[in-house]
């Protein structure tokens, strides 16, 4: 879906889906359901203000400020939220020319964000510059598929965390693109890049069985879709070749997606992929909701724009 036909739409439109035998949207404050609210983003890079008042399309859309009085608010009305990125929290301003990623990571701890991933454009300021900005980040970076064992990184990422609310088990973990190509070697070094799909089985596999997860995200910077000649993994690829994945939140193609695509994984069960296009012009929201014996879930869909009328 192109950019215009989003915004249009954003705010406006709403997704559900339903799997086995689950109450109708009017019964869903039942005591025996609980509802787990995820806000989303990705590709934010570096737009700490809005865009500026120029007669552009973006114009006033965005902003720090703005998304965190969305995240605030929502809040408030729910009890269980998680707030995550899908990556390239970095450049594409002068924040991170001057700053190089300070700000983004401070204000993305005063958001209150429980995880991120990594995006190729977060190695701009090279490994140095990357491993200097986490020490402002109150929350994890999940990234499942670099290995940085001989980098000034190791030890200071995570596989994935799992977050407890209400009772539910949430399993995330993160995926990176392949640097190889789109980010000089001399800014990543020595990090190992590792084959997603194999790692995604791995990591989803782990959270599922081991660690019985109720419900399981992945954060991929990725990238949505390809074309067919495109020898990439894209999370269209990676949603019908896995298992036990429930949810991506994706990045990297910056992908205006009005609504989640709902596909089958290699066992025939569903697995939702949202994206959230770039910038922070919208604040994805995906509201989930469990049955008491956690067999059953709902979700809707809800992606907000990030305006002064939000």
């Known amino acids: 879906m192109d950019r215009r036909s989003f915004i249009k739409n954003s705010g406006l439109t709403g997704f559900l889906l339903t799997t086995g035998t689950f109450p109708l949207l009017a019964d869903m404050e039942d005591p025996n359901i609980t509802r787990l609210t995820i806000l989303h983003t990705n590709d934010v890079h570096s737009r700490i203000e809005p865009f500026p008042m120029d007669g552009s399309k973006n114009e006033g859309l965005g902003g720090a400020a703005k998304r965190a009085t969305l995240i605030k608010r929502i809040r408030k009305e729910q009890k269980n939220v998680l707030l995550l ?30 995880a991120a991933t990594i995006g190729n454009h977060d190695f701009d300021g090279g490994m140095d510059g990357l491993e200097r900005q986490l020490k402002h980040a109150n929350f994890p970076i999940l990234i499942s598929n670099y290995n ?101 939140l994706g990045g990297h193609t910056h992908t205006f997606l009005k609504a ?26 995906l509201d989930i909701y469990f049955e008491k014996n956690k067999k059953d879930t709902c979700v809707t869909c809800k992606n907000l724009l990030v305006s002064s009328n939000s």
Not at 85 to 106: C, H, I
Not at 152 to 162: A, C, F, P
Not at 222 to 242: M, V
């Open 85 to 114: 990125d899908a990556g390239d929290m970095f450049q594409g301003t002068p924040y991170f020319n001057f700053f190089g990623g300070e700000v983004e990571m401070k204000l993305m701890s005063q958001m209150g964000y429980d």
């Open 148 to 248: 940085f064992d001989n980098t000034i990184l190791n030890g200071k990422t995570q596989e994935y965390k799992i977050f407890n609310k209400d009772g539910i088990k949430i399993g995330v973990f993160g995926l990176g693109i392949e640097l190889n190509g789109l980010v000089p070697p001399t800014l990543y070094k020595e990090t190992q890049y590792l084959d997603p799909l194999t790692e995604a089985q791995k990591y989803a596999s782990i959270l599922k069985n081991d660690e019985k997860c109720d419900y399981i995200i992945c954060l991929s910077h990725l990238g949505f879709k390809y074309g067919p000649t495109e020898e990439k993994i894209s999370d269209i690829f990676l949603a019908t070749n896995t298992q036990d994945i429930d949810l991506i």
């Open 260 to 285: 989640p695509e709902r596909l089958s994984n290699k066992l025939g069960k569903p697995v939702l992929i949202n994206q959230v296009g770039w910038a922070g012009i919208v604040l994805g929201r």
